[in-house]
């Protein structure tokens, strides 16, 4: 076999090599296709908090306190050492071995190891209402994502509608005779499929590509929403302050952290007092002449430099400090509130003003689309009050959802935000 045709060979299986491989990796890629995924807005909330990076630092931070409490509780227990001496002397060839085991067993410290272990139990509570809001802030974005999404969606929906009404007045407008007419119902069809189409398509893009990136699924994933009831809110303001300085998990973390320094100055303030150990020791471990006894230690500082003292005046700022945090929280948690009722009120009564043009496009659009039918009305009169029937329904379901989202912004501000505990109960 010459050189050349051993070339042509080579090439030839290399190619075919080639192709086997694209193929074979071709396959599971075909195969791995995501499908569509059928999400109810419970299901999207379980599903944010699971994979929220936010909720899992709070349930690391919750779990690393109550190792503190933990840490804290086992001073009460007593502390075994086990000490091994060996001493080289001089005159003596042989080294001296000492072995003795010490038993300290706490009798009394002041207080403070009580202090500080319900010091921890309240830091333990309030990073419970910190995890509890963490999941709170997690399911408003669900909420608000979602609804962002659903409202595109049907947006679109409104579109595709438009577009095929406006096809079917064409295809009437082509059996007849006016070129004027004709070319009119073509320009806006071109319109409509060339820019609002195209529009609402890349908002539903973005739409459902911020939600799945709130539930951590690929940007491209495609879902199918169900449409979310509304959810009920306190009909009055002062209710709404009233559930707000109840419910809110941020504020209850406030009030721990006041509780937490409050502890923490009786703590700084019993650092004067002595402590008490009962100490059993045994000397010369497992040796004939072995022998323990028993002691009683009282330690304390006589003088520490004022060391105390500054605690005990850092440890008040800090409980100052704490105050000040929790009704500066109050304070904001109440003009959030008020703010989020006033906009619920505002979009309910904006809402309310888009449902009259629907009616009124509706029973117009209708009319016009009658006499057109009946020869009585041309093209252009349909094509106008088909447009005025879109906008107004477009205005009405941008109104509508508006009024949804002002709702969960309103249950967010008093704290009655569903979670996914709560979501069994709001299923469509």
Request: proline share 4%; net charge neutral; hydrophobic share 35%.
């Amino acid at each position: 076999m010459t050189a050349k045709g051993a070339r042509t060979i080579n090439i030839r299986q290399t190619i075919l090599q080639a192709g086997f491989v694209l193929i074979c990796c071709c396959l599971p890629l075909q195969s791995y296709a995501t499908s569509p995924v059928r999400l109810t807005l419970p299901d999207s909330i379980r599903m944010a908090i699971t994979s929220s990076h936010e909720v899992k630092i709070a349930e690391l931070e919750a779990r690393k306190v109550d190792l503190e409490l933990k840490k804290n509780k086992a001073r009460y227990l007593p502390t075994v050492s086990m000490t091994h001496t060996q001493t080289q002397v001089a005159e003596k060839p042989k080294p001296e071995y000492g072995n003795y085991v010490t038993v300290r067993l706490p009798l009394y410290d002041g207080g403070r190891t009580k202090d500080r272990v319900a010091q921890s139990k309240t830091t333990v509570i309030g990073l419970t209402d910190y995890l509890d809001h963490a999941k709170q802030q997690v399911a408003v974005n669900v909420f608000l994502d979602y609804y962002d999404a659903l409202a595109a969606q049907e947006r679109k929906v409104l579109t595709e509608q438009a577009v095929h009404q406006l096809t079917h007045y064409l295809d009437a407008v082509r059996r007849q005779t006016a070129d004027g007419d004709r070319s009119r119902t073509e320009a806006d069809l071109a319109r409509f499929r060339q820019y609002d189409t195209l529009l609402r398509q890349q908002e539903q893009r973005q739409a459902f590509g911020k939600l799945n990136h709130l539930l951590h699924l690929p940007p491209d994933q495609e879902l199918i929403l169900a449409e979310t009831p509304a959810q009920p809110v306190p009909g009055r303001l002062d209710e709404a302050i009233d559930l707000a300085l109840n419910h809110r998990q941020d504020l209850a973390q406030t009030r721990r952290n006041l509780q937490v320094a409050t502890l923490g100055t009786k703590v700084a303030a019993k650092e004067s007092r002595p402590t008490v150990y009962l100490y059993f020791v045994m000397y010369d471990l497992g040796m004939p002449e072995q022998y323990w006894y028993s002691s009683l230690y009282v330690t304390g500082d006589l003088f520490d430099g004022g060391q105390t003292r500054l605690k005990t005046r850092q440890s008040d700022l800090n409980a100052a400090i704490a105050a000040e945090q929790m009704q500066q929280k109050i304070e904001t948690i109440r003009w959030e509130t008020t703010k989020a009722f006033e906009c619920w009120q505002q979009s309910g009564r904006n809402l309310a003003v888009a449902e009259q043009p629907v009616t009124r496009a509706e029973e117009a659009y209708a009319a016009v689309a009658e006499r057109y039918r009946a020869g009585q009305s041309n093209i252009e009169t349909v094509l106008g009050a088909h447009a005025d029937l879109i906008t107004a329904k477009t205005n009405h379901l941008n109104a509508r959802y508006d009024h949804y989202k002002n709702q969960v912004r309103l249950l967010h501000a008093t704290g009655t935000l569903p979670t996914f505990s709560q979501a069994t109960d709001m299923a469509p």
